[in-house]
Nanobody, 127 residues
Protein backbone atom coordinates (compact mmCIF):
# COMPACT_ATOMS: atom_id res chain seq x y z
CA UNK A 1 0.00 0.00 0.00
CA UNK A 2 1.18 3.49 -0.85
CA UNK A 3 0.57 6.51 1.34
CA UNK A 4 0.74 10.02 -0.10
CA UNK A 5 0.71 13.22 1.94
CA UNK A 6 0.55 16.64 0.31
CA UNK A 7 1.71 19.89 1.85
CA UNK A 8 2.47 23.43 0.82
CA UNK A 9 -0.94 24.77 -0.06
CA UNK A 10 -2.23 28.10 1.16
CA UNK A 11 -3.46 31.55 0.25
CA UNK A 12 -1.47 33.62 -2.22
CA UNK A 13 -2.07 36.73 -4.30
CA UNK A 14 -2.36 36.53 -8.06
CA UNK A 15 1.09 36.49 -9.63
CA UNK A 16 2.59 34.75 -6.63
CA UNK A 17 4.14 31.32 -6.24
CA UNK A 18 3.66 28.18 -4.19
CA UNK A 19 5.47 24.88 -4.06
CA UNK A 20 3.44 21.79 -3.30
CA UNK A 21 5.15 18.71 -1.91
CA UNK A 22 4.03 15.09 -1.90
CA UNK A 23 5.64 12.67 0.54
CA UNK A 24 5.32 9.02 -0.45
CA UNK A 25 5.77 5.88 1.61
CA UNK A 26 4.99 2.19 1.43
CA UNK A 27 6.56 1.40 -1.94
CA UNK A 28 9.80 1.98 -3.77
CA UNK A 29 9.17 5.48 -5.02
CA UNK A 30 10.87 4.96 -8.36
CA UNK A 31 8.30 2.25 -9.17
CA UNK A 32 5.51 4.85 -9.19
CA UNK A 33 4.38 7.26 -11.87
CA UNK A 34 3.30 10.50 -10.20
CA UNK A 35 0.64 12.98 -11.08
CA UNK A 36 -0.94 16.14 -9.74
CA UNK A 37 -4.65 16.84 -10.15
CA UNK A 38 -6.90 19.61 -8.96
CA UNK A 39 -10.59 19.88 -8.25
CA UNK A 40 -13.07 22.66 -7.57
CA UNK A 41 -16.55 22.04 -6.14
CA UNK A 42 -19.00 20.80 -8.71
CA UNK A 43 -16.36 19.92 -11.29
CA UNK A 44 -14.43 16.80 -12.19
CA UNK A 45 -10.89 16.26 -11.02
CA UNK A 46 -8.56 17.84 -13.56
CA UNK A 47 -5.12 16.61 -14.62
CA UNK A 48 -2.43 19.21 -13.95
CA UNK A 49 0.90 17.46 -14.51
CA UNK A 50 2.56 14.07 -14.49
CA UNK A 51 6.08 12.70 -14.29
CA UNK A 52 7.47 9.31 -15.24
CA UNK A 53 9.01 6.92 -12.76
CA UNK A 54 12.58 8.08 -13.03
CA UNK A 55 11.70 11.62 -13.92
CA UNK A 56 12.87 11.63 -17.49
CA UNK A 57 9.51 12.59 -18.95
CA UNK A 58 6.94 15.14 -17.85
CA UNK A 59 3.56 16.33 -19.10
CA UNK A 60 1.79 19.55 -18.14
CA UNK A 61 -1.77 20.54 -18.92
CA UNK A 62 -2.16 23.38 -21.40
CA UNK A 63 -3.68 25.58 -18.71
CA UNK A 64 -0.52 25.45 -16.58
CA UNK A 65 2.28 24.88 -19.09
CA UNK A 66 4.99 27.49 -18.69
CA UNK A 67 3.82 28.38 -15.17
CA UNK A 68 3.86 25.07 -13.27
CA UNK A 69 6.66 22.52 -13.12
CA UNK A 70 6.43 18.98 -11.81
CA UNK A 71 9.51 17.27 -10.43
CA UNK A 72 10.51 14.43 -8.15
CA UNK A 73 13.38 13.32 -5.95
CA UNK A 74 13.37 9.53 -5.78
CA UNK A 75 16.12 9.47 -3.16
CA UNK A 76 13.86 11.43 -0.80
CA UNK A 77 10.56 9.79 -1.84
CA UNK A 78 9.22 13.23 -2.68
CA UNK A 79 7.26 14.78 -5.50
CA UNK A 80 6.83 18.49 -6.14
CA UNK A 81 4.70 20.93 -8.06
CA UNK A 82 6.25 24.38 -8.41
CA UNK A 83 3.50 26.87 -9.25
CA UNK A 84 4.46 30.31 -10.50
CA UNK A 85 2.44 33.24 -11.83
CA UNK A 86 -0.63 31.93 -10.08
CA UNK A 87 -4.06 33.04 -11.26
CA UNK A 88 -7.40 33.10 -9.43
CA UNK A 89 -8.59 30.28 -11.71
CA UNK A 90 -5.87 28.06 -10.23
CA UNK A 91 -7.83 28.03 -6.97
CA UNK A 92 -8.64 24.40 -6.15
CA UNK A 93 -7.84 21.46 -3.95
CA UNK A 94 -4.66 19.90 -5.32
CA UNK A 95 -4.11 16.16 -5.11
CA UNK A 96 -1.00 14.06 -5.50
CA UNK A 97 -1.56 10.68 -7.14
CA UNK A 98 0.51 7.60 -7.92
CA UNK A 99 0.18 4.84 -10.50
CA UNK A 100 1.99 1.56 -9.93
CA UNK A 101 1.01 -0.49 -12.97
CA UNK A 102 2.05 1.67 -15.90
CA UNK A 103 5.17 1.51 -18.02
CA UNK A 104 8.47 3.21 -17.25
CA UNK A 105 7.66 6.18 -19.46
CA UNK A 106 3.88 6.21 -19.28
CA UNK A 107 2.05 9.16 -17.74
CA UNK A 108 -1.71 8.68 -17.43
CA UNK A 109 -3.93 11.74 -17.69
CA UNK A 110 -7.16 10.20 -16.43
CA UNK A 111 -7.78 10.16 -12.70
CA UNK A 112 -9.16 6.60 -12.83
CA UNK A 113 -5.78 5.35 -14.02
CA UNK A 114 -4.13 6.30 -10.76
CA UNK A 115 -4.16 3.84 -7.88
CA UNK A 116 -3.28 5.96 -4.86
CA UNK A 117 -4.26 9.46 -3.75
CA UNK A 118 -3.31 11.94 -1.09
CA UNK A 119 -5.82 13.82 1.02
CA UNK A 120 -5.43 17.05 -0.94
CA UNK A 121 -4.19 20.52 -0.10
CA UNK A 122 -6.12 23.74 -0.69
CA UNK A 123 -4.66 26.42 -2.92
CA UNK A 124 -6.44 29.76 -2.98
CA UNK A 125 -5.33 32.57 -5.26
CA UNK A 126 -6.79 35.99 -4.56
CA UNK A 127 -7.20 38.64 -7.23
Amino acid sequence: QVQLVESGGGLVQAGGSLRLSCAASGRTFSSLTMGWFRQVPGKEREFVAGISRIGGRTIHADSVRGRFTISRDNAKNMGYLQMNTLKPEDTAVYYCAADDDGGTWSIPRRSDEYDYWGQGTQVTVSS
